[in-house]
C-alpha cells in the first residue's frame, strides 16, 4: 500500500514539475507589441489583421499582440522609445521624424525603421459643384473639415494648407470624416479634406445628400514645389467615377503608410513576420480583412520609403529580388 502511495505521489510530482516547466516556457514567450490606430480605423485593422493571422499565432518563439493609439504620430513616438515593437506610420512623419522636422518638435527619431509599404493614403478635397472652388487656395474665408486634431489627416491638411498660405485664412473645423460629411452635408462648411484610401465612405455619404466636385491639389501641390520640398510624397489620381457624380480624373498626392520596427527588434523576428505575411496566403488574410491591402505585394513591398530598412527587412527584400 506504501509503495502505490509513494508511487501516486511520485507521478503526481513529475506532472506538476511538467505543468511548471511548461508554463515557464509560456510566461518566457516574448511579446512584441504592434501600434495600430483609433477603433474602426485602417491603421488598427492591419495590427489586428497581422495579430489574428494563424501562422503568426502559431510562432513559438514570440506572439504579436495589437494595441489601439491616437495614429501615426504616436506610432512614431511609441516606436522610437520601444514601448511599440512594430507600429504603422506614414512615411512622411518617418522621414520628418528622423531628421528632426516635426511639427513644433526638433527632437530626431532615429530608432525607428521601415518594414514594408502597406498602402497609400491620397488627399481627397471634397466641395459642392458649383462652388466656383477650384484650387485649394479658393477655400480663403471658407469653413472647412481638416481632420480630427493630432491625427495624421489634420498633421497633412496643416502642413500643405500652411506650404499653400491659407491655414490662418480659413475657418477650420477639426473632426472626424464622418462628422464632416454630415456637417457637409447640413451647409455647416464648405469643404472638407481627408487623407485615406479612396473610395472613403465619408465621401460616398456626403455624394449621397449633395452634387460634390473633388478639388484638382495634385495641381496645387506640384505648382507649389509641394513635391520638391517633400520627397516621400506620391503622385496619384482618383479614378473618374470613384463617387458619384464626379465622372472625371482628379490629379492628387499621397503618403505612404509603412509597417514600421524599432531597431531593437531582432532581424530573425521581422524577418519570420514578413515571410508569414507576404506570402499568397498571407496577402489574401490581409485583403479578407479590408480591400484596401490589396495595394499589398511583393514588387511594391519598399515602394515610398525614403528612410533606413530594418535589417531584417533589408535581408528579406534583397532575397525576393526587390532590393539589390
Known amino acids: 500500500m506504501k509503495n502505490k502511495i509513494y508511487a ?22 516574448k511579446r512584441y507589441v504592434f501600434g495600430g490606430g483609433p477603433a474602426g480605423g485602417t491603421f488598427q ?35 522610437n522609445a520601444g514601448k511599440h515593437a512594430f507600429s ?12 528632426g522636422r516635426m511639427k513644433n518638435d526638433t527632437k530626431k ?4 525603421m521601415a518594414v514594408a509599404y502597406l498602402y497609400g493614403a491620397p488627399a481627397q478635397l471634397v466641395v459642392k459643384k458649383g462652388s466656383g472652388i477650384k484650387s485649394a487656395k479658393d477655400l480663403v474665408g471658407k469653413k472647412v473639415g481638416v481632420g480630427n486634431a493630432g491625427s495624421g489627416a489634420f498633421a ?31 451647409n455647416q462648411l464648405d469643404a472638407f479634406w481627408l487623407f485615406t484610401a479612396f473610395p472613403s465612405g ?23 514645389g509641394y513635391f520638391k520640398k517633400y520627397p516621400y510624397f506620391g503622385k496619384l489620381s482618383v479614378p473618374a467615377g470613384t463617387y458619384r457624380g464626379v465622372d472625371y480624373e482628379t490629379p492628387s498626392f499621397f503618403d505612404s503608410t509603412l509597417w514600421v520596427a524599432n531597431k531593437d527588434v531582432p ?5 519570420k513576420l514578413l515571410s508569414l505575411i507576404f506570402t499568397d496566403e498571407g496577402l489574401k488574410h490581409m485583403v479578407d480583412q479590408k480591400k484596401t491591402f490589396k ?15 530594418h535589417p531584417g527587412a533589408e535581408k528579406f527584400w534583397k532575397e525576393k529580388g526587390v532590393l539589390k
Open 8 to 29: 501516486v505521489i511520485v507521478v503526481a510530482c513529475v506532472a506538476l514539475i511538467m505543468t511548471l516547466a511548461l508554463s515557464g516556457d509560456v510566461v518566457a514567450k
Open 45 to 79: 485593422v492591419v495590427a489586428n489583421a497581422i495579430q489574428t493571422y494563424k501562422p503568426v499565432k502559431a510562432i513559438p518563439e514570440f506572439s504579436v499582440r495589437a494595441q489601439s493609439s491616437a495614429g501615426s504620430v504616436e506610432n512614431l513616438r511609441k516606436a
Open 88 to 99: 504603422v506610420v506614414y512615411s512622411g512623419h518617418v522621414y520628418l521624424g528622423r531628421n
Open 109 to 112: 527619431y532615429e530608432n525607428v
Open 156 to 186: 497633412n491638411c496643416e502642413m500643405f494648407f500652411t506650404h499653400l498660405g491659407i491655414w490662418d485664412k480659413i475657418e477650420r473645423n477639426a473632426m472626424g470624416y464622418n462628422d464632416a460629411a454630415a456637417a457637409f452635408g447640413n
Open 202 to 224: 465619408a465621401v460616398i455619404m456626403a455624394a449621397q445628400t449633395n452634387d460634390i466636385d473633388l478639388v484638382n491639389i495634385g495641381k496645387d501641390a506640384q505648382d507649389s
Open 267 to 271: 532581424a530573425d523576428v521581422v524577418y
Open 295 to 309: 495595394a499589398m505585394s511583393v514588387q511594391d513591398g519598399v515602394k515610398g520609403i525614403v528612410t533606413p530598412l
